[in-house]
């Protein structure tokens, strides 16, 4: 097992969910302090007779860099000032101090919200006026960003989140909303991976697992789950369901730091599951300004390479062949400041030349529970991963 | 509370898991005969030099129609034969086969996969040609339909399923692989609901809840569960993220039969929202040949009703202008002859009078839990919904 071996961890003697709740108004306090600051600033500089104004880092292409040290897509120090006193600013001003505005309701009243959610709370005609405060979401969406990036919180932490996705099952008890929760006794259900996973919002009680198997396909994560395989290899096992959520990317880097757990992913050998590995371990360009909380750089590739056609003897049946998009996707990818190590680019050119793509579920060309008994304990006991 | 007081049930003393398996066994020695059946019939034809052939009830529009008395949406007798020596059909045929062999495997060994996965375990190349059994997963989904009608059996009694979607959680206490899970205890995450719901794999163990109500949105959900209404209300609280999934589908006509609960659905007010209502309720035109097993017909309408705008002082934040495609598909509902009672007609000529549709979220411009706290319990209080 290439796993490190990690000693389980007992809980502690305090209730876990008051331990959490206490955990969170710290941070909640902590939030709030950052929104408060804001809005006394601007007030500051309006009752002096000023011109209120915000500084946020600009989140444009231009000001994205990759940190070779770090291994994360960052966010560079270019600010944009926003004015009140500024026809073309003064909307978006507004529209600032009113999402502030709802997120400080919703931490006290410890009330979470979609961003959806978020656009109604704030949604009005201003009196005396047809004027809307918002027309659109995709005019208060920017603006959470930019709130995220001005107060250098996490959209979680002002208790918003996006759609959620993910669900995991496997040797870990955790604490959610003051219920203990047993991940080994889920069924085939398994548990829905929560929009939040702050600390203070959800707690680990106790972990028994050794390491932690993240896939990207839901099928694929069925199939390991019918076949225990987390009991059987003292695991976690988790599906993103395609493209990782915030939930399960914040979920994922706690784990790897909190439970020092190694993480392996499991995607479709094409482009688009190296990509989704991809921003799992260094963030991605349009969430740069989170990747600090939400990359985990050492999260290990384990497939599927392009090399596991031959090495399992995989039969033409499992190939797709590439089309013209997949290889302008794969050229791109070799491009990449993070994949330009040579282990890397050889694995993206055998892609490229074998001609064909290939999907986790085509190792059900050779049976049913190849991939449990078979391709996945191989790949873990030869540690023929990439990192 | 509109909802009828049902007693909880206890468990039954013998092990759930257990009598889980033997029901399991039961219904899967009744598909396994009904495979074989199929199989033996082509073999007994070929061997006395006939022509194999199945037949098959025809899945198009002039064979699906409304019936008036269950209230759902049926497949008529028409059937199809399909010709083993007939060179338009044997293709067909012999896929037909295939799937049929890889479904008495599963049963077999007692594992399911998805519809792509199956697509896989039957895709080979034929020996000493170039042709492949399934170029494409296009080509096997509809084998797979062919199957269930063929044999009258669901494809989750095949052991097959297609994506899973949703999340429950509730006063209900399950039974899932030999796992009791108790929905009442599931934090924020919410248990996801399986893609096979069939007896046999999924059990009730206890039940406390009074009613079920079920909302087409997760965020909706998600604010219901945060604030514990379920809890305060005795319910069972489910989402179906969109357009329902076979797997929530099932369940609820499970909990609507076997637990004799009354159902209320909370969908946005719009020609969208009223259709995720109607398929739960009469089934859909593509899958008329399971709606006996999939459609719930006395499942009530809960809202968003065009008249709630007025009813609960709703601000014009709350609008949504209706497109063009909106009306057309409103005017299409109209002319469905399930909803040609008058009370319908009504509902839904007032939201094209009304110009605009609402999303639940919608209710977030009063506060933020407005539908927790006022909106559904009045709802509920005043038996105000349709059915």
Same mark, same amino acid.
């Given at each position: 097992m290439a796993a490190k071996k990690t000693a389980p961890k007992k809980s502690a003697p305090s209730t876990p969910s008051a331990s959490s709740a206490s955990k969170r108004s710290d941070r909640d306090a902590l939030t709030l302090g950052k929104i408060e600051k804001l809005a006394r600033q601007a007030l500051a500089q309006a009752t002096k007779g000023g011109n209120p104004a915000l500084d946020i880092r600009t989140r444009t292409l231009s000001n994205v860099s990759f940190n070779e040290k770090k291994r994360i897509i960052e966010l560079g120090d270019r600010t944009q000032s926003r004015e009140f006193f500024n026809v073309a600013m003064a909307r978006k001003f507004m529209q600032t101090m009113l999402v502030a505005s709802g997120c400080k309701t919703l931490i006290g009243e410890d009330k979470t919200v979609s961003i959806r959610q978020m656009f109604y709370m704030t949604k009005h005609t201003l009196p005396g006026s047809s004027?809307?405060?918002? =027309? =659109?979401q995709s005019e208060s969406d920017p603006i959470i960003e930019d709130l995220e990036v001005g107060i250098d919180a996490l959209r979680e932490e002002l208790h918003l989140f996006a759609n959620r996705r993910g669900l995991v099952v496997g040797k870990l008890v955790v604490n959610d909303a003051g219920d203990e929760i047993d991940l080994a006794r889920m069924g085939r259900g398994g548990w829905g991976i929560p929009s939040i996973c702050e600390p203070g919002h959800l707690a680990f009680v106790r972990n028994a697992a050794e390491f932690i198997l993240l896939v990207e396909k839901q099928a694929v994560w069925h199939r390991l789950n019918e076949d225990r395989f987390w009991e059987k290899h003292n695991c976690i096992l988790l599906t993103s369901e395609g493209q990782a959520a915030r939930g399960a990317r914040r979920l994922l880097q706690r784990m790897a730091t909190e439970l020092k757990l190694p993480i392996y992913v499991l995607v479709d050998n094409d482009p688009w599951g190296l990509y989704i590995y991809s921003v799992l371990k260094q963030g991605s360009i349009n969430l740069a300004y989170e990747s600090m909380r939400m990359a985990v750089p050492n999260v290990r590739f384990l497939g599927m390479s392009a090399f596991d056609y031959k090495k399992f003897a995989?039969?033409?049946?499992a190939e797709i062949k590439l089309t013209k998009e997949d290889i302008t996707r794969a050229e791109q990818m070799k491009a990449y400041p993070w994949f330009k190590d040579a282990k890397w680019q050889r694995e993206i050119q055998a892609t490229i030349d074998n001609g064909f793509k290939m999907e986790v579920d085509a190792l059900l060309t050779k049976r049913i529970s190849f991939i449990t008994d078979e391709y996945i304990p191989k790949k873990l006991r030869d540690r023929d991963y990439l990192q």
């Open positions: 004027e809307n405060t918002f =027309d =659109d995989m039969p033409p049946a």
